[in-house]
Structures are given as structure tokens and as C-alpha cells.
């Protein structure tokens, strides 16, 4: 039995703009190197947003009814614990595909997303704390998915739906939630790690992550697809290509990754630029290096982070030299250049993160360190004056600061 699991194909990302149709012609090609399996598995953020243009939809549909027009290949459905709607039952007639929400495509209790409306137009079986077995010449596979829900409540979610492996089968749980230390956000922390992970699943496969990977925890295989196209512009995505997963069960249960072959490349650089150095000069010699790298099928996308001390770069240089290359690649910018001035803030603020100082106490450090460099009064009242600006009495603070405020004894009064 051979299954495909494709995921994070973002469906209407970049919307109208130059990467508009990579989402569309890579999923078409992950696509295609996925009909050759007995079933597909799409792990998630299938879409890009919860509520798609009609012509991402449009697009969408073309891509994903692929595999409708694909005969059976003598899979068949032996259980299911959920109710299966009855045009779910027409997917059994053709390659059946599974699939689970993404963060991208959550929407309310009670709204039809679009993994829903994929069902509903038989294009797919959706899971959510449910399991779905399948059979082909005498092997069982049983797939276990829990869509997307918001990371503070995925834990609990998970322990209170409790999936257990079914015997006799080959067990898959299908996730897309961060796991830690893989995927993690100060913004919203995962509540899954590799310690809590369900045990005794042959596989687990976990959507969300955009570079794929894969590993073997406790005997069973952890497998993360990774996206289809590249969303992120981050280092990582440069550093490992876009492929799909195909999962084998013979004697034993084997997993690879097959790459992507016309996908855009991807290429992220860091220039540091020193005082007196010509910047456009430099580059343009490192774009030159990244175009002649390769043969790219299409114009490469190039990220440079530019970092200096005491440089400038002029916006308007940059967008020239985006003309000028705009028929050999996508260049994006990034500048972070440092005066002296700014270096010495950057390390006053990290000298102050470092003894853990209250909000309060960085702020009055920040007041004094500010005043002292204008050449303030050693007499001058800080503290006072911080605590009329925590007060949002900006005005009294203003007349302190210009030496206007003789009744400074009144004010300490009233704070």
C-alpha cells in the first residue's frame, strides 16, 4: 500500500503579485506525483486564508479533482467512527483523499470551513478527533486526525480524545499543531512536545512545519511533510527543498521524500557591509554569484538581509536595482544597518534584559539615560517625572523638563 501525504500548499498565497501562481503550480506537481498512490493524505492549510477568492477557489478545485478522474486502485474503506456523508462515498470510487483543518483554515464553531466545503463537494474526508481505517490486499491502515485548534487548548484536545493504535493495523495520526522544540511562537507557545506525544502509532505525521524533516522517537516514525511552497522567506526554507511525502507499508513501514522539480528557487543571503565599502557594488556581485549558481526554470526568489554599521542605503537604489534584475530574479531587502548610537541602545537594552528588569524599572533606566546624554541636571528629579509620564500627565512632565514647573513638591503630593 503506498500513500501520499501532501501538506501546507497554501492555496491563494500571494495573492496578485508576481508569486501569485507557485502555490498553484507546485501543488499541481506535488499532485501528480501523488496519483500514483492508493491514497492521499493533505495535512493541512490547504488554503492560505479561511475565506478564498473565487479564483483561488477556482484554481483550487482544478488541482485537487485530480484525483475523482484517477480509477480505484482496490482500496477499500473497512471503518470509519465517523458519519460519512454520502457523497463521501463516492470518493471510494476513485483514489480516496483525507484530509485535516489547518490554523490557516480554522474558522467559529458552527461555520463551514473549507476543508468542510471540500467534503461536502466530495473531494475529500475530513477528520477531526476521528479515525478512518482502509484495507488493500490484506493490509490495514488506520488513520487517526485531529484538525488544527488554537496551541493553548491542542494538549488538552489531544488527552481528551485519547487516540489509541487499532490492532492489526498500521497506525497514522495526523496532526498540524506545533510541537516543541520544532515549532515554537512566544505569541502563541505549544502545549505539544515530543515527550507528550501519543504512543504506539507506527507514524505520526504533523502538518504546520514548512521545512520538511523527519525522525524516529520511542519506535515510532515522526514525519513532517513540509510545505509546498515557500511562504516564510526564512533562512530554513532555503536550506531544504519542497518535496511531498510517500509513505510505503509492506513487511515494514518505510517513508521518503520526493522533491519538487519546477518549484522557484529560494535563496537567502546575509551581506555585511563595512564603513566605506560601496554597498550596490557588493550586491550586485553577490546576486550575480546566486544567478549563475544554477539553472533556474524559473526567475529565483533572492531574500538579502544587509547589516552594516554606519552605512546607508538609499530605498530609491534599491528599487533601481530591482529593475534592473527584474526579468533574472525577485529580490527582497531586508536592511538592518546600525549607527554607533543605535549599537549603544541595543546594548543598554540588553544589559537590562538581562538583570530582568520590571517594565517600570527599564523605562526610568531608559529616562536617565536619555537626560544624561542631553546634559541634564545631576539634582533632576527622575522618578518624579517618570511617574507623571506612567500617569499620562504629559504636560506637567514637559513643563518639569523645561524648567517651567515650580510647585514639584505639590505634584510629589498628589502621585
Not at 12 to 17: E, I, K
Not at 87 to 110: D, F, Q
Not at 320 to 325: H, Q, T
Request: hydrophobic share 40%; aromatic share 6%; charged share 25%.
Amino acid at each position: 500500500m503506498k500513500i501520499a501525504v501532501l501538506s501546507d500548499l497554501h492555496f491563494g498565497y500571494a495573492y496578485n503579485s508576481e508569486l501569485e501562481n507557485d502555490c498553484f503550480d507546485n501543488a499541481e506537481e506535488a499532485m501528480e506525483k501523488a496519483l500514483d498512490s492508493d491514497l492521499i493524505i493533505l495535512a493541512g492549510d490547504i488554503f492560505d486564508i479561511r475565506a478564498p477568492k473565487t479564483q483561488t477557489w477556482g484554481n483550487a478545485l482544478r488541482i485537487l479533482s485530480k484525483p475523482v478522474m484517477k480509477d480505484n486502485p482496490g482500496i477499500k474503506l473497512v471503518q470509519a467512527d465517523k458519519q460519512m456523508k454520502e457523497i463521501s462515498k463516492r470518493i471510494l470510487n476513485h483514489i480516496p483523499v483525507v484530509a485535516i483543518t489547518g490554523n490557516h483554515e480554522r474558522l467559529a464553531k458552527g461555520e463551514i470551513n473549507t476543508v468542510e466545503s471540500l467534503e461536502n463537494a466530495g473531494l475529500a474526508i475530513q477528520l477531526h478527533l476521528n479515525t478512518i481505517v482502509f484495507e488493500k490486499d490484506g493490509k490495514k491502515v488506520a488513520i487517526h486526525g485531529m484538525s488544527s485548534v488554537p496551541e493553548r487548548y491542542a494538549k488538552d484536545v489531544l488527552d481528551k480524545w485519547n487516540p489509541q493504535p487499532l490492532p492489526d493495523c498500521v497506525n497514522i495520526l495526523l496532526m498540524h499543531q506545533s510541537i516543541d522544540p520544532y515549532i515554537y511562537s512566544p505569541i502563541e507557545p505549544p502545549t505539544i512536545s515530543l515527550s507528550n506525544l501519543p504512543k504506539g502509532f507506527d507514524v505520526i505525521v504533523n502538518g504546520h512545519l514548512h521545512g520538511h524533516n523527519m525522525e524516529k522517537i520511542d519506535g515510532t516514525m515522526l514525519v513532517m511533510p513540509g510545505s509546498t511552497v515557500i511562504t516564510q522567506l526564512e533562512k530554513n526554507e532555503a536550506q531544504v527543498g519542497k518535496a511531498i511525502t510517500k509513505i510505503t507499508i509492506e513487511d515494514k513501514v518505510s517513508c521518503e521524500f520526493i522533491p519538487l522539480e519546477t518549484n522557484r528557487k529560494f535563496y537567502y543571503e546575509e551581506l555585511l557591509i563595512g564603513k566605506g565599502v560601496t554597498v550596490t557594488e557588493q550586491l550586485e556581485r553577490k546576486i550575480n554569484q546566486v544567478l549563475f549558481s544554477a539553472d533556474h526554470k524559473k526567475r529565483p526568489l533572492i531574500r538579502l538581509k544587509v547589516t552594516g554599521n554606519e552605512i546607508n542605503v538609499l530605498d530609491q537604489d534599491l528599487r533601481e536595482m530591482e529593475r534592473k534584475y527584474s526579468d533574472k530574479a525577485i529580490l527582497i531587502f531586508a536592511k538592518q544597518f546600525e549607527t554607533q548610537e543605535l549599537s549603544e541602545k541595543m546594548e543598554l537594552l540588553r544589559n537590562m534584559r538581562e538583570q530582568k528588569m520590571s517594565v517600570e524599572d527599564l523605562g526610568l533606566s531608559l529616562l536617565k539615560k536619555n537626560m544624561e546624554e542631553m546634559g541634564g541636571d545631576n539634582e533632576f528629579d527622575y522618578e518624579t517625572t517618570f511617574s507623571l509620564l506612567s500617569n499620562g500627565q504629559v504636560d506637567s512632565a514637559f513643563n518639569i523638563l523645561l524648567g517651567q514647573q515650580t510647585t514639584l513638591n505639590q505634584i510629589k503630593a498628589r502621585l
